[in-house]
């Protein structure tokens, strides 16, 4: 089974610094894909940035970047230029490439998160 | 862009009583995925259905039912309600192919149980 792991519960971050949420998984796949879900107060789901196993680079999406080491299954991600909306709960997740018995995507495996402060 | 729809968005219920979530997904989107996060917790994956057939199982109670209609969309059914079942009850929608099979998620239901 895939496991997911946050090992930070809790990030703080002064306005316009640059933070990094740690992540690392398990599994015993090569194909597969990896997300960052924010989560405000709202309770929204917001998918933020998403990366596919089979490529070396790095995605990258405005200020938000993730630094994936297959190797290491260390997926981590840097959000630069802080801002109080970034405050939120940050979800890591991984879905296997391979598809269900019916040809539609995989489950989601969450991490625990970690909790973004973001001060002035 | 229209997005994920989820009813009600609030339900409070006692224990022992029934409750019925309602999903509707994105248009064209004909895959529905069901996500309980519990309070202070990550979500867990209940059950997902593609063209009203179950695609996946995950960690649903046998007292929830769930299914998916011509329409596509989704109804979780949940009977002898528990204080446990206390929890935000997400919905996704993904498109088979689509999007790189991207799930969409909705706002949620939050289900209290007194």
């Known amino acids: 089974a895939q496991t997911v792991t946050q090992s930070q519960p809790e990030m703080s971050v002064q306005e316009a610094e640059t933070v990094t949420l740690s992540c690392t998984y398990d599994?015993?796949?090569?194909?597969?894909?990896l997300f960052w879900y924010k989560q405000p107060p709202s309770r929204q789901m917001i998918l933020v940035i998403r990366?596919?196993?089979?490529?070396?680079q790095n995605a990258t999406e405005n200020r938000f970047s993730v630094n994936f080491q297959k190797a290491a299954k260390s997926f981590s991600l840097k959000i630069s230029d802080s801002q109080l909306g970034d405050a939120a709960m940050y979800f890591c997740a991984y879905r296997r490439a391979l598809l269900t018995n019916t040809g539609t995507a995989s489950k989601l495996t969450f991490g625990t998160g970690t909790r973004l402060q973001v001060t002035l | 862009a229209a997005g994920v729809i989820q009813s009600p968005r609030h339900l409070i219920k006692e224990k022992r009583e029934t409750a019925t979530l309602k999903c509707y997904p994105i248009?064209?989107?004909?895959?529905v995925y069901w996500y309980q996060q519990g309070p202070g917790q990550d979500p867990q994956f209940l059950i997902s259905f593609y063209e009203k057939m179950q695609s996946d199982k995950g960690s649903i109670p046998d007292r929830f039912s769930a299914q998916q209609f011509s329409d596509y969309h989704s109804e979780l059914n949940m009977s002898s309600l528990e204080l446990g079942d206390s929890a935000l009850y997400f919905c996704?929608?993904?498109?088979?192919?689509?999007?790189?099979?991207?799930?969409?998620f909705g706002p949620g239901t939050r289900l209290t149980v007194t």
């Open positions: 248009p064209r989107h004909d895959t």
């Open positions: 599994t015993s796949e090569s194909d597969y894909y």
């Open positions: 996704a929608s993904s498109q088979k192919p689509g999007q790189g099979y991207e799930q969409y």
């Open positions: 990366q596919e196993a089979y490529k070396q």
